[in-house]
């Protein structure tokens, strides 16, 4: 394992302090407005439940200019507000650092691992800055189940909208949980915990100088937790509060970033997820509930119209990746029909997705190109649900993801065969 490139001053803080059982940490970037809330709620958690522990909160900052690191420093919690059981024996030290490497969160907790395991933390905890609805039960849930029950990579279980985390819900979760057994619902949840014995696996991987060092960095840990055999379970932790996204913008960016990462991870551990996987139920902590959540008015023109042109510009791309097995005529046939985002449903859609992996594995085309291609697609199949789902109550909707992960479930022998008996066929990333 090479040691990350700390920051002088740094290593004399992590000197001073020596050792500490609980490390928690923020990555940030110009997050002023909101830090400040993050780390009160923070430090309340670890005095209130765990007052027998040494603990640091560690920032690791990407270069704010707006006073986040000044910020993380100054924020302070009343401790006669929180109605202790026990008082705090050691205090919580903080520490705000600046991170090196490629730009991007995944270099930001790079630093946090290196924190974590320079200190021979037992169980650590990382949170996002932007966050306005974490509660000090927050660390509790994401830190007690390593110190106290011996997992490695605690997920988080979010409160959504029913129709927000549409690359999670219909892409990410369906195959994550077919690949690897584990019905993770938050696998690129940005909260989460972990053990130090995690953290320096996630050191000695050579993937800091790629892309998972800007972005995939989610993905990527949770793939390692379940494809090298880690403990894993979740943590339900309410309602996760930042600004809702229409799922009708454009977030061909973020599909492709995202959807790739997967795809390569799929690369990395075939010999995993191709072999005989058991299914196991993933422990569940917290106490989950429905409530309302924020409105949100998707814009099913806007989808509609993309998937329509993206059918027409796309066709002979379509018909290269999906061709093959059938999807490309059953596709062109309900698009002749006009009834395309009434009609891609769980079944046709987990065959699409499966397609573009069994394409990418080939290099049938670049890498970039493949990928933004799917973004009409998956614009049409959320067009489906919206439309379907519309007037429906959000437990109703989850269902919906239900049946999604079964249709995944059931076609992957069939995708497992084609994977393994097919080369890559040219083309390049």
Request: proline share 5%.
């Amino acid at each position: 394992m090479r040691p990350v490139e700390l920051d002088p001053a740094l290593k004399r803080e992590l000197a001073a302090i020596k050792s500490a059982e609980i490390v928690v940490g923020i990555p940030s970037y110009n997050n002023s407005k909101t830090i400040g809330h993050v780390i009160r709620a923070v430090m309340a958690g670890l005095k209130k439940y765990f007052p027998d522990r040494k603990a640091v909160v560690a920032n690791s900052d990407g270069g704010s200019k707006d006073g986040t690191r000044e910020t993380v420093m100054q924020a302070a919690v009343d401790e006669q507000t929180l109605l202790l059981a026990r008082h705090p024996v050691h205090p919580v030290h903080r520490i705000s650092t600046p991170y090196h490497g490629l730009p991007g969160k995944g270099s930001a907790l790079r630093t946090i691992f290196q924190i974590a395991s320079d200190l021979d933390a037992k169980a650590c905890a990382v949170v996002d800055s932007d966050l306005r609805s974490i509660t000090p039960e927050w660390i509790e849930l994401l830190v007690g189940p390593v110190l106290e029950q011996n997992f490695d990579y605690v997920a988080p279980y979010y409160l959504r909208h029913k129709f927000d985390g549409t690359i999670t819900n219909n892409i990410v979760y369906p195959l994550t949980r077919a690949l690897y057994g584990r019905a993770i619902r938050q696998p690129i949840g940005g909260d989460f915990g972990f053990s130090t014995r995690l953290a320096r696996c996630y050191l000695g991987k050579d993937v800091w100088e790629s892309d998972v060092a800007r972005f995939g960095i989610d993905i990527w840990m949770t793939s390692v937790a379940l494809a090298e055999g880690y403990r894993v379970c979740q943590s339900y932790l309410g309602a996760k509060i930042h600004d809702p996204k229409d799922p009708g913008a454009d977030l061909s960016e973020m599909l492709v970033q995202v959807v790739g990462s997967v795809f390569e991870l799929m690369e990395r551990y075939d010999a995993v997820w191709t072999g005989d996987v058991a299914v196991e139920t993933v422990p569940m902590f917290g106490f989950p509930f429905y409530a309302t959540t924020d409105p949100m008015q998707p814009n099913l023109d806007r989808m509609k119209r993309a998937v329509e042109i993206g059918l027409r510009d796309l066709a002979p791309l379509y018909e290269q990746v999906m061709g093959e097995a059938g999807v490309w005529s059953r596709l062109r046939a309900r698009a002749s029909a006009g009834g395309i985002t009434a009609e891609l449903d769980e079944e046709l859609w987990s065959e699409i997705v499966y397609a573009f992996a069994l394409a990418c594995h080939r290099r049938q085309l670049p890498r970039t190109h493949l990928l933004k291609s799917l973004t009409p697609l998956y614009l049409g199949r959320v067009a489906h649900v919206v439309s379907r789902y519309m007037e429906s109550a959000a437990e109703d909707v989850e269902q919906c993801w239900e049946k999604l992960c079964s249709s995944f479930a059931r076609l992957k022998p069939d995708f497992v065969k084609r994977w393994g008996a097919t080369g890559r066929k040219g083309g390049s990333q």
